[in-house]
Structure formats: C-alpha cells, structure tokens
C-alpha cells in the first residue's frame, strides 16, 4: 500500500523542520573547492583538445599511407596512348624492305602473309613513326 | 528537471565556466550538509565536496542525462570509501573508537538525531534525498543506482516507520 500524497507532505514538512538545524558550510572553504574544480575542469578540455587534434593528425597519416600503397600496388598512370591496332602492317603507299607490297597483298583479300617480309615492313613503319 | 541540470549541460555544450559556476553554488551547499548529516567529519565533507566535483568534471559530459544523480553519486562513494578506510586502520590499530557508525551533528535537536540513529544506512540515505533534499524516486533510483520501483518501495516502507516513530513521540 502507498502512502497517500498528503501523508507523504505532512510527513516531509515534519522532517524538514527536524533537519533544519543541519550545520551549513563555511562559504570560503566551498569556493577553494571551486577553484580546485575549475583547474581541473581547465585541464580537462585542453585534454579533449588535444585528443581531437591528434585523432585527426592520425586519421590524415592513415589515409596518406593508404593513397601511397594504392599508388605503389597499382602503378602510376602512363598517359601514353598505345600503338594503333594493325600498326606493323604498314599502308599500301609504304613498302617493305624486300619490295614487297603488303598493304595490296591485303586488299587483295589474299589473306597470306609472308611472316618473314611483313615482320620487316612493320620495323620500317615504325622506324618512320 | 533537477535544479542546475541545464546549467551543467550547457557547460558541456559550449565550455562558459559561468554554466560550471551556477552548477556548483547550486549543489556544494546542500552536498556538503548531505554528507555531515550522513555523519561525515565537517572538514573531511569539504575535501569530499571538491574530489567529487573533480571526478564529476571528468565524466559529466560522456553522459548528461541526470548530471546531479551523477554528482551525488560520486560523493556518496568516496563518503563511503573514506569510512570503510577509517575503519580498516581502526581495526589494524586496534582503535575501537573509530568503529562506531557515523554519528548525526550534535546541532541536530535530540529527536532528529534519534531519528537519524534508527535507521540503516541506506533508509537515512534515501530519508536525506528523498524527503529533505526533495529528489524524485527517479533521481534517487540513479543516485543509488537501483531500479525506481526499488526505490518507490523503499520510500513507502519507510514512510511506514516513520509515521509509526512520529505517532510513538507525539503520543509518549
């Protein structure tokens, strides 16, 4: 059973007045307490501070290591275009070292090549790129 | 919303001492009568009021949802921690004077301390919170770190007692 709430107040007002001649602090003494308290309180945001700062000095040295090992894992980019497709199969204006013209050997849909001479046109082709 | 909980919170959001300031003239008086009513030495509940407040400082702000339960909380502890010390060095140097319970401030009128002496430690404690500093069972359930119907039963048991012991003197 719960008391009723009138019970409760009487109650507190009875013990209110039995505990009023409680003993109060001297006023001087809790304010060197506040003073203790501020220093430390003082103390503990320059530490909070300095926490901030160096999680993210550590975040920032992460992500650099991790940008520098993915740039060594996968190479730096080239930027270099790569050799056209067809490219030691020289045009019909050019001609092999022996003579031979290739590119008309094409056109004519013959579909043969001579290994040995179109290996050489490719080199002159090159060497004229 | 207990008194001076706003004023610590702020503190934590923006970092104005004069938040801190408000807090503390708000809960140092009534923490250190708390403590020298539990019997606490006068000059020992001053260096408690001040390491309390320190501890507070370090943890209010992780979590400020009751900030005064935190702070009575912490104080409670050391008060405690102090007694149990004091007792310890009484036994090893077998000095039985130290051995005795707390013991009530003399300015205290005869029927206050012989109230204060009938009960246990933790129906003065919520005796103190409850009914004269005017905490809700909610706060007293954080302070006591107990579940609030705990506290709501205790408070009723005690109420019990206590209008019986205040029907015994008004009738004797």
């Known amino acids: 059973m719960t008391p009723d709430a009138d019970e409760e107040r009487r109650l507190r007002e009875r013990i209110q007045a039995l505990l009023a001649e409680a003993p109060s602090p001297d006023p001087r003494c809790l304010e060197a307490g506040l003073e203790q308290a501020r220093a430390r309180a003082r103390r503990a945001r320059r530490a909070r501070r300095v926490m901030v700062w160096a999680g993210a000095a550590l975040l920032a040295a992460s992500a650099a290591a991790s940008i520098g090992w993915w740039t060594t894992a996968n190479g730096p980019p080239t930027g270099q275009p790569e050799a056209p497709a067809g490219a030691d199969k020289p045009s019909g204006a050019e001609s092999g070292s022996d003579g031979t013209d290739t590119g008309a050997q094409r056109e004519s849909g013959s579909g043969s090549r001579r290994g040995v001479e179109s290996g050489d046109s490719a080199v002159i082709y090159r060497r004229a790129q | ?172």
């Open chain 2, 1 to 172: 919303m207990a008194e001076g909980d706003d004023a610590i919170r702020r503190w934590c959001h923006d970092g104005d001492e004069r938040w801190f300031e408000r807090f503390y003239h708000a809960q140092a008086t009534p923490l250190w009568r708390l403590l020298v009513l539990r019997g606490v030495d006068r000059d020992e509940a001053y260096d408690i009021v001040a390491e309390a407040f320190s501890r507070f400082i370090q943890q209010v702000c992780k979590r400020a949802d009751a900030p005064r339960a935190l702070l009575y909380r912490i104080a409670l502890n050391l008060g405690t921690d102090r007694f149990r010390r004091r007792q310890v060095r009484a036994v090893s140097d077998t000095d039985p004077d130290d051995l005795h319970a707390p013991e009530s401030p003399p300015e205290l009128p005869e029927e206050a301390r012989r109230l204060m002496a009938g009960l246990d430690p933790g129906e003065r404690d919520l005796l103190l919170m409850r009914y004269w500093l005017g905490m809700t069972h909610r706060e007293v359930a954080q302070v006591l770190e107990v579940p609030e119907g705990t506290v709501r039963r205790r408070a009723a048991a005690l109420l019990r007692r206590l209008h019986e012991g205040f029907d015994d003197t008004r009738c004797g």
